[in-house]
């Protein structure tokens, strides 16, 4: 008989009180008794339940949340194939309907629906009777300009409450909402809105970010110039100019105080398009719809999140990036949502603990790159801060290292529940993350999300436990795109997800799922390292090497070489003061052999100018390991996706010098 292999001892565990106090313990109980949910074996036992009994867990999460059906609907999925899966057909609702329930309530009316902070971080609210009154009056409006369902309408905003009205009064009357952050440029945005043809847009004279404000009518001119399908334009006067010639006023638009009528639209009308980074082509234009993302997010915010009417949501976010519409969906549990626009580290580098502080924040969602930024700057949130309302830390964007776990149970609170979580764009939602009920083990993920069948797949489709695969979703998930936007036959949208495994969805990262059930996430398997044979995630480098107080921040590739060799360069973009000399060149291959292992010891160590970004922060690893095979800058890259253009071409220049020698 052999041992079992010792558990690690979590880094946190839930009391009983707050296994017991937790929605998701609410809604298994009640599942049990209405659907035939397991009653015993805690959250691993409903997990399976809700993947094996598909059709009866969204029935019943529809049930829970009381979701308002204009229509009934015939049967829970009419066709389970993916893609081309067939949620609640006959079904009509209204997702911005679900946004404003809260408002309905008199008990309500007057509390904080918005709280809105910018960079001198007062605090503006907006109260739930308030948003109503302003979606009612601007959905009004807007049908007075023509909007019809399936209309598309776009925002050139940063995130501020005129974003969130604009994006419900879209919803209201069955419009599909787009937007870009106004940091974007004219060709990034153009790149996105032409592929859409947008109606309306809604837009700012300019933003203030880092204590600077950025005038950008300019860009504003030449969207209008360039989206010949506009037939309305929209003025926000953020820095208080004067509407150009030919827009709209946006406070004479939301004078009204028409109540709002709600389209009910079909379970899988469009409710907005997301868009891919575009690294290396046109952004793919991703379509979700109103009743996918309705039930997505009710089963994300209110069982994985806790979240409540009593509860304040904050994430750092911007409107480019799909956290931002989560964030905004933070409405549909009654909870106040937290918007703030600004720099994430103005005037310092703490300034996010502070907005946390000063909203009573009980979620406060950021990313991983911000909680390593604060550990490096040596911030000590819960000594600075007044912490005690935050109940929960989550991150996201890139896996967040063992020393980010250590450091927020250090720093912030020894009982903090830390939220790794993973998802993506694509479904603008999460595959793995939180769960209010179960321990944290640095360095993981919780568990698979409710709903979500998710695998860690061989390159044969054979399912692996402990050991790094490919992240498989195997059953339909709700918010998975309808479709891409101009995609009529749908060949882009099955080349995304499910070339590879046909009938399944490959995401595009490497995981290991644990006996535990537990998830790790090394990073994109699309620009995964593998050298004799043995496959490492990006991630694990970086986290080993920039604990160096020396390097600001690094990128590893890995490169299939004709002649059957394999190079693996570090990049290193030192910290100010730092010099990559033969003593730190040591230092950096001794971390990286004793944390990881020897394969992962670099073949060379580079110091460069900087490492490139796509427009929502990721680094590009994908197009550099495409620069340094020598493709043209102008094929390798999408240039209106990349934060600085300029630090690419020393990768160029570099591939260019290698070929010569």
Known sequence: MTEATPQPAPLWQPSPERIAAARVTAFQSWAAERYGAPAEGGYAALHRWSVDELDTFWRAVADWFDVRFGTPYERVLGERAMPGAQWFPGATLNYAEHALRAAEDPARATDAALLYVDETHDIEPVTWAELRRQVGALAARLRELGVRPGDRVSGYLPNIPQAVTALLATAAVGGVWTSCAPDFGARSVLDRFQQVEPVVLFTVDGYRYGGKEHDRRDTVAELRAELPTLRAVVHIPLLGTPAPEGALDWAELTAGTDEPVFEQVPFEHPLWVLYSSGTTGLPKAIVQSQGGILLEHLKQLGLHCDLGPEDRFFWYTSTGWMMWNFLVSGLLTGTTVVLYDGSPGYPDTGAQWRIAERTGATLYGTSAAYVMACRKAGVHPSRDFDLSAVACVATTGSPLPPDGFRWLHDEVADDLWIASVSGGTDVCSCFAGAVPTL???????????????????????????????????????????????????????????????????????????????????????????????????????????????????????????????????????????????????????????????????????????????????????????????????????????????????????????????
């Open 439 to 661: 321990p944290v083990h640095i360095g993981e993920l919780q568990a698979a999300c409710l709903g979500t069948d998710l695998q860690s797949w061989d390159p044969s489709g054979k399912p692996l436990t402990g050991e790094v695969g490919e992240l498989v979703v195997t059953n339909p998930m709700p918010s998975m795109p309808v479709y891409f936007w101009n995609d009529p036959d749908g060949s882009r949208y099955r080349d995304s997800y499910f070339e590879m495994f046909p009938g399944a969805w490959r995401h595009g990262d490497w995981i290991t799922i644990t006996d535990r059930g537990s998830v790790v996430i090394h990073g994109r398997s699309d620009s995964t390292l593998n050298r004799q044979g043995v496959r490492m995630g990006s991630a694990d480098i970086y986290e080993a090497v920039e604990r160096l107080p020396e390097i600001k921040e690094s990128l590893v590739i890995g490169l299939e070489e004709p002649n059957g060799g394999y190079w693996m360069p570090l990049f290193v973009h030192l910290a100010p003061g730092a010099t990559l000399d033969d003593a730190l060149r040591d230092r950096i291959k001794r971390t990286i052999r004793e944390e990881l292992s020897p394969r992962h010891v670099p073949d060379e160590i580079i110091e460069v100018p900087g490492v490139p970004h796509t427009l929502t922060g990721k680094r590009i690893e994908v197009p550099v390991k495409r620069l340094l095979q020598g493709t043209e800058l102008a094929k390798a890259v999408n240039p209106g996706s990349v934060d600085d253009l300029g630090l690419l071409r020393f990768y160029e220049d570099l591939a260019r010098t290698r070929k010569q020698a």
